[in-house]
């Protein structure tokens, strides 16, 4: 009952700074750091841009240039890096993705969607397994100096680069 109109608009934005901080770090980071898309070290591919990532994993794009079909590799549902790449590439929600993907598999433009695997150390081991392989995860679980994949530029910046 003691409080003004002054108190009252003063609270929210004392309490809403902290939130838009929080959620201007949420998409462009994942939960220990930058968010990486990984192939197979043969994939001609060093370099990517954005719209070209968004058309694979929206499943416009279903082959690489040596016509080797791409296969889409997440991690599960509510990963902090999957939550990245579906707000910040696609704009899209979860449930969102999962109907365009049904959408495309109903009307025969994709046999399947995208493969989703339970830890990010699978991710490597399958990417570096087959050679048509994408995935996304953190860049902290791609071991320096590894061999068995290659790290993807996107529009010219390395993980870890502003705006990448």
Partial sequence: MGRTPTSRARMPRVLLVPVAWILL???T??????V????????PISDVSAMQLRRIYLGDQTRWSDNQRITI???PQ??????????????????????HWISKVFRGESTAGPKTTTTAASILKLTADLPAALGILDAEDVPDGTTTVKLLRIDGKAPGDDGY
């Fill in 78 to 99: 509510g990963s902090d890096e999957r939550r990245t790449m579906l707000r910040v590439l696609l704009k899209m929600s979860e449930d969102d993705f999962t109907r």
């Fill in 36 to 43: 990486a898309v990984v192939v197979h070290r043969s994939n």
């Fill in 73 to 75: 590799l997440l991690l």
């Fill in 25 to 27: 770090a949420a998409s």
């Fill in 29 to 34: 980071w994942g939960a220990r750091g930058t």
